[in-house]
């Protein structure tokens, strides 16, 4: 049977992001995205039960000064 759960990350916006350029936040989003998807697939192994599983589902939302990044996520 498979089994569903969420994996939740934060990204701080700092002041300076929203005077950048859409080059240069396309550049400083891409880092912080990918560090979270590295994080959050090193997560999917380490759950309680261990083994692998994969993500459904992602959603950005913006909440004061930070986006929070939801992962759905199927083993």
Do not use: C, W
């Not at 930070?66 to 199927?74: A, D, M």
């Amino acid at each position: 049977m498979a089994e569903y759960g969420f994996i939740v990350q934060t990204i701080d916006i700092k002041p300076d992001m929203e005077d950048s350029t859409a080059d240069q936040l396309s550049q400083t989003m891409a880092i912080a995205l990918n560090n979270i998807v590295q994080s959050v697939s090193r997560g999917l192994i380490n759950l309680p039960g261990g083994g692998s599983g994969e993500i459904m589902s992602h959603n950005l939302t913006r909440i004061g000064g930070h986006l929070v990044v939801s992962f759905l996520f199927r083993r």
